[in-house]
Nanobody, 121 residues
């Protein structure tokens, strides 16, 4: 089994900053990518930022220049630093990892429990 544990999140004023972190544990034969997604009330789940192993980091257009994702491959962690937060960034943020849990097993997406980010004055 694979577990993703998130930390961070909370309430912040517009223009403020927050940092979310996520740690993966369990059967982690290979992690192909880690990233962050979010879902605002009444909206679909959307990718915020994603780092493939050995690939190019991707950001949603709405967060480019404000959010920075980082990954520690050795520690199986991913973090996202969020600056200049806007009310429209309010959502539940989910950590995601694309994992091959053991040799010969198919790669699977795993998700954290979600953490609320609220941007409001």
């Amino acid at each position: 089994q694979v577990q993703l544990v998130e930390s961070g999140g909370g309430l912040v004023q517009p223009g403020g900053s927050l940092r979310l972190s996520c740690s993966a544990s369990g059967s982690l034969y290979r992690i192909s990518a880690m990233g962050w997604y979010r879902q605002a009330p009444g909206k679909h789940l959307e990718v915020v930022a994603r780092i493939p192993t050995g690939g190019t980091t991707n950001y949603a257009d709405s967060v480019k220049g404000r959010f920075t994702i980082s990954r520690d491959i050795a520690k199986n962690t991913v973090s996202i630093q969020m600056h200049s937060l806007k009310p429209e960034d309010t959502a539940v943020y989910y950590c995601n990892a694309h994992v091959t849990p053991m040799l010969g097993a198919p790669p699977t997406d795993y998700w954290g429990q979600g953490t609320q980010v609220t941007v409001s004055s």
